[in-house]
């Protein structure tokens, strides 16, 4: 079965860390031709691009939105089926259910997502 897997998530205070994890079951990560992305989602709200890592064809810049620059940065794992989603200096504001998406052919795919919880 072809899907993603989001894990890492968890509840932290403010002001500290965590790792996504996004990995890819069943298939293998073409990052080569395709971007991968984290979203987030609130209940009731609309889900939020955070971050956009463009193929390697593309030559592309990794694009962040604004609440994610300066405190969130995408890597690729060192298997590359893996990508990672560091975030730093969290915010109660963060708190949301995070989701990576690609592109499997010409279909998307999204994983089940992650919740990611900011509070003291």
């Known amino acids: 079965q072809v899907r993603l897997v989001e894990s890492g998530g968890g509840l932290v205070q403010p002001g500290g860390s965590l790792r996504l994890s996004c990995a890819a079951s069943?298939?293998?990560?073409?990052?080569?031709?395709?971007?991968i992305g984290w979203f987030r989602q609130v209940p009731g709200k609309e889900r939020e691009g955070i971050v956009c890592?463009?193929?390697?064809?593309?030559?592309?810049?990794?694009w962040y939105g604004d609440s994610a620059k300066g405190r969130f940065t995408i890597t690729r794992g060192n298997a590359k089926n893996t990508v990672y989603l560091q975030m730093d200096s969290l915010k109660p504001e963060d708190t949301a259910m995070y989701y990576c998406?690609?592109?499997?052919?010409?279909?998307?795919?999204w994983g089940q997502g992650t919740q990611v919880t900011v509070s003291s």
């Open positions: 069943g298939f293998t990560l073409d990052l080569d031709f395709y971007a």
């Open positions: 998406s690609t592109m499997y052919g010409s279909r998307s795919l």
């Open positions: 890592m463009s193929s390697s064809v593309s030559r592309g810049p990794t």
